[in-house]
């Protein structure tokens, strides 16, 4: 794979030779002799629609060969097969003319293949010779591409250079991955595409796949079915204003003066279009639909005859293949009602170290540079993306072949930039240096029009207006393409890439005035703050421009930069572009409500990593406490520039990760495997950072996107749990989904050991949901919990793997560790041995936990005796959450027994789905009567009955019960339990919230409530009721309470 960066060149022009001459002969020679004379009269007495006639003298004992070369020195090659065509018909031999015909038709194609392959088969490298060309087949990689669904929701903006998307895709969407012959195969429902689109970031790789399919084509490897591929590239729609018609366009592009266009649009369904970057098509699609053309002859502005293609008014029967970036698919979706979509999602690590072998001369000086980008994180991440591997290996390339080699790659993006363009300006040695200043001032003045006016195609005037020649400007970074505008051709030009048209915009706003005006002609302003206002506006547009102004502001590529071009750099901008970084984090809600500030996009790391200077970057965080970035898939490159900001971030105290995933993208990955126990973690460096920050750190929330989705609703209207509610009512949470995609494993454990040890201003660890995270990890992770600097208090491993032997380890670190609060190990199988295991550290003299969460941890009343001790022994327990665990009745006995002793003072006690019947509820009634202490008692979806409920309220009515919340939802109760609910509302004088949802107390029930729910003596305030079941009359009664009780809300399911 490599960067098309060559000239868009049609089809030579260079006709069929003899081919058409030997098609007229053999269609003689196949006529009869009758057939044969009358074919001599009509040419020389009949009409030739507008042909001169041949004349008979010559033709009267001409035999066939004389007679075609007669008809071919009259009328040419191509004109003399259209006459003898229209001869046959006249005559009625309409089998010779459909034979000819089709003889011309299949000749024809195998000449414009020919034409196709000589025009696609090289690419002009910029690193090449003038007049030297590489191999499309050589340099080309393959790319993967995945079939990729409609989601517009989730391309908001797309960033360039690094894909941190890629090796996660890679493997979860491996089954779904294509080749370029897939894409217009039928899918699984039988149906064949007419319409593809190809997306792919910018420098993915899709023109130069687009450009590899027409060779692939022409070459017979691909896509037999078409008879003829045309490729368009959206630019030169951009740049043909005249009229033009859709024939017209296909004829550019085919050999020989007279090709037979009709014969080619003869069978619609039989051809592909190539539009080549949509996202470049600058026209508006909204236009009404009766500006469109639907006839192929029709002469319309070309962008109308490239809207009428997408709009699939013109040829509809053909077939679309469209490339685009991501960005501007929400406009494709306006006019084109695609039937497939694909994505590029750039190299594999095999398909990177392919690219290198292909890119550099010997397989020796390939591997050297392949073990060397590989083992720089940064540099590695980013060759991902094609257009990044190509600039790597180009400096690479460069800096091996020099004395010394390699001493050392760039780290950031900038860094590459600036050494290719070094690498770039060396090569003008034996030139005239001094106008180098001037060159870079024009490039950098047509950039930034560029970029402000999101274009990437400049006319040869425009070039010129800013003093740019081909022997100074074209060497360095300016493309070359030509293109047919009416009778003539027209030059145009690019940069190679759009990150390199961004990386001059940025020096626009750098580069010193070199005495006398600077001023581009209507150009935009030099104003770094308008450039940030309107970066704050649109991202999209000037996310690079953005982070190469830090990169350019760092002292080291200024000093770079100074030394190989001759500009001076201003060293102004700094502190104006951190105080903008500082302004763009403080939201107007966090101001009003005095909130600290907290850094909420990685952007902001991105941008202090391209600054690449320590002091600056710990100056610009100072006022910031914290980082929080969530559903975000961190990378090694995300990680890398995540973790220099943390590294000089000594005011950091919360680092909030929630809903983000940690994908690793190793060597090991690549094959589907986890890295080994003791191997660098993909979290590694995030914790590495921290360790010698030397912030305070106080807490570090790591919750897969998954997991939080599922558990982080609050529960209707009572306080919030711990780290986000149990699901509705306190209801179970919905974890069926796998989390492979979070990546944590035990050597991440590892790597946050570390931390814990070295952190002891850490108070919360927030791993929940990271399934693979198993008892090895729990057990490495112990390791750091029981360093005498550890002050951890919540500690969340939710959903993580965690069996009998991870508790026992737990229970170890238990004792060392006085300061923690707060344990959550629910949705893990635990079991009844590792409750055990566990409750024997916390029922001992240190044992200090006050939240104990082990719902759904598959245990049974065997380990509800184990529970109790810890109820009995430690006071300091306030809350216990065991739902979705089969206690049954006997387990509640048996906690019973813990709860009604003196010295518990829980407050909290969650049991709903634990299998409970009416037959505990008396077991209940006792705690009630004897644990003040307890004020929230959660029991829904348990068959308790109205029998239950008769029996708790033995225990609410008593004047000892300081009950505040009850969940009964689901509990099979119906309007026989609601007299004795309404002694319980009559006489408590502490209950607040109540729900009753998700049962069938009717009318009647209902009613009865209401009369209860007006009297003074009630104090609730929260209650919950299915209206399944409820008159209209009912609910208007209840509804009318309001005006009695105004603190009392009612709430319906």
């Not at 002799?33 to 004349?55: I, M, N, Q, W, Y």
């Not at 060969?65 to 004109?79: P, Q, R, S």
């Not at 959450?881 to 518990?904: I, K, T, W």
């Amino acid at each position: 794979m490599g960067v098309c960066c060559s000239r868009d060149v049609a089809p030579s022009s260079g006709g069929p030779s003899g081919t058409a001459g030997e098609l007229l002969l053999r269609a003689l020679e196949d006529l009869s002799e009758l057939d044969f004379k009358k074919f001599r009269d009509a040419l020389a007495h009949g009409a030739l629609r507008g042909r001169g006639r041949l004349p008979w003298g010559r033709l009267q004992k001409a035999d066939w060969i004389e007679t075609k070369n007669l008809m071919v020195d009259a009328y040419g090659e191509e004109a003399a097969l259209d006459v003898a065509i229209a001869v046959f018909e006249r005559l009625q031999l309409r089998h010779a003319a459909a034979e000819l015909r089709e003889s011309r038709e299949r000749g024809y194609r195998r000449s414009y293949k020919r034409a196709v392959q000589r025009a696609y088969s090289h690419i002009k490298d910029p690193n090449a010779r003038v007049g030297d060309a590489v191999s499309l087949n050589a340099r080309y990689s393959q790319l993967v591409i995945v079939n990729k669904p409609r989601d517009e929701e989730q391309r908001k903006h797309e960033l360039v250079a690094v894909g941190r998307r890629h090796a996660e895709l890679m493997k979860e969407q491996a089954s779904s991955s294509i080749v370029v012959g897939d894409l217009f195969k039928p899918g699984p429902d039988g149906w064949t595409p007419r319409e593809v689109v190809l997306l792919g970031a910018a420098g993915a790789g899709k023109t130069m796949t687009a450009r590899k399919i027409m060779l692939d084509w022409a070459s017979d490897k691909l896509f037999g079915e078409f008879d003829y591929v045309f490729y368009i590239h959206c630019r030169e729609g951009d740049l043909l204003s005249s009229r033009a018609s859709l024939a017209d366009l296909i004829a550019q592009r085919c050999p020989g003066s007279s090709p037979p266009v009709a014969e080619v649009l003869g069978q619609p369904e039989r051809l592909l279009f190539i539009i080549d970057g949509f996202d470049e098509l600058r026209c508006s699609l909204d236009q009404p639909r009766s500006e469109l053309c639907s006839q192929p002859a029709e002469q319309r502005p070309v962008d109308v005859v490239l809207r009428s293609l997408l709009h699939r008014r013109l040829l509809p029967e053909s077939s679309l293949l469209v490339t685009s970036r991501p960005a501007a698919l929400r406009g494709l979706g306006a006019c084109l009602a695609c039937e497939r979509y694909a994505e590029i999602l750039g190299f594999s690590e095999a398909g990177r170290e392919e690219y290198f072998h292909r890119f550099f001369e010997s397989a020796e000086q390939a591997a050297a540079a392949f073990q060397l980008v590989r083992g720089n994180e940064t540099l590695f991440t980013m060759c991902a993306v094609p257009v990044v591997c190509w600039i790597v290996c180009t400096v690479t390339k460069q800096q091996l072949g020099r004395a010394g080699g390699l001493v050392r790659s760039p780290k950031t993006t900038t860094g590459i930039y600036v050494l290719y363009l070094s690498a770039l300006l060396r090569s003008l040695r034996g030139r005239p240096r001094r106008g180098v200043p001037g060159v870079l001032w024009g490039l950098s003045c047509l950039a930034a029009g560029g970029v402000c006016r999101q274009k990437v195609l400049f006319e040869e005037e425009e070039v010129l207006g800013y003093a740019l020649d081909r022997g100074e400007a074209l060497p360095l970074l300016l493309n070359e393409h030509l293109f047919q505008k009416d009778i003539s051709c027209v030059s145009t030009y690019s940069f190679v890439h759009l990150s390199f048209q961004e990386f001059f915009a940025a020096l626009f706003y750098l580069l010193e005035d070199q005495g006398g005006s600077r001023d581009p002609p209507a150009g935009p302003p030099r104003d770094v703050r308008e450039l940030l206002e309107s970066y704050g506006s649109s991202r999209n547009s000037f996310v690079l421009t953005v982070r190469f102004l830090f990169g350019l502001s760092n002292e080291e590529r200024r000093r770079e930069l100074e030394e190989e071009t001759g500009c001076k750099i201003t060293r102004g901008i700094t502190q104006e572009l951190l105080a903008w970084l500082q302004n763009s984090q403080r939201t107007a809600l966090a101001l009003l409500l005095q909130e600290t500030a907290v850094i909420r996009e990685l952007e902001v790391c991105h941008c202090l990593y391209e600054l690449q200077d320590e002091r600056a970057v710990a100056a610009a965080l100072a006022p910031f406490t914290g980082v929080q970035l969530r559903g975000l898939e961190l990378g090694r490159f995300d990680q890398t520039v995540l973790s220099f900001s943390v590294r000089n971030f000594p005011g950091l105290e919360s680092l909030d990760l929630g809903h983000c995933s940690f994908p690793w993208d190793g060597p090991e990955a690549q094959r589907g495997q986890q890295p080994a126990e003791g191997k660098l973690s993909p979290i590694h460096p995030l914790c590495q950072a921290l360790e010698a920050s030397g912030c305070a750190l106080k807490q570090l929330r790591y919750l897969p996107a998954p997991f939080a989705g599922t558990i982080s609703g609050g529960c209707r209207g009572w306080p919030a749990c711990l780290g986000g509610c149990a699901g509705p009512r306190g209801s179970s949470p919905r974890l069926s989904r796998r989390l492979d995609r979070c990546r944590l494993t035990g050597a991440c454990c590892g790597a946050l050991a570390s931390v814990l040890g070295t952190q002891p201003t850490l108070t919360e660890l927030d791993l929940a949901g990271n399934e693979e995270l198993g008892d090895g990890g729990v057990t490495l992770l112990c390791e750091g919990l029981r360093r005498g600097g550890c002050q951890l208090q919540t500690l969340r491993l939710g959903c993580c793997g965690v069996t009998a032997a991870g508790c026992r380890a737990l229970a170890a670190a238990l004792g060392p560790l006085p300061s923690l609060l707060q344990l959550d190990l629910s949705d893990n199988p635990v079991e009844d041995g590792g409750v055990r295991e566990l409750c024997g550290a916390l029922a001992g003299p240190d044992g200090s936990v006050r939240r104990l969460w082990l719902w759904r941890c598959r245990l049974t009343q065997a380990s509800c005796g184990a529970l109790a001790a810890v109820l009995r022994a430690s006071p300091s327990l306030s809350e216990l959450h065991l739902g979705d665990n089969a206690l049954g009745d006997g387990g509640v006995r048996r906690l019973g027994e813990g709860l009604r002793d003196p010295a518990c003072q829980l407050r909290t006690l969650r049991l709903w789905r634990c299998r409970l019947t009416q037959a505990s509820c008396g077991a209940l009634a006792a705690v009630l009567r004897a644990s003040p202490s307890l004020s929230e008692l959660h029991l829904g979806d348990n068959a308790l009955g109205d029998g239950g409920v008769r029996r708790l309220g033995e225990g609410l009515r008593d004047p000892a019960c300081r009950l505040r919340t009850l969940s009964l939802w689901q509990c099979q109760l119906t309007d026989a339990c609601c007299r004795d609910l309404c002694a319980v509302l009559g006489t408590s004088r502490s209950l607040e919230h109540l729900d009753l949802s998700e049962n069938s107390l009717g009318d009647g029930g209902a009613g009865l409530l209401c009369e209860a729910l007006g009297r003074p003596s009630c104090l609730l305030q929260q209650l919950w009721l299915s209206k399944s079941g409820l008159s209209e009359e009912v609910l208007q009664k209840l509804d009318a309470l309001k005006q009695v009780k105004p603190n009392l809300n009612i709430g319906y399911l």
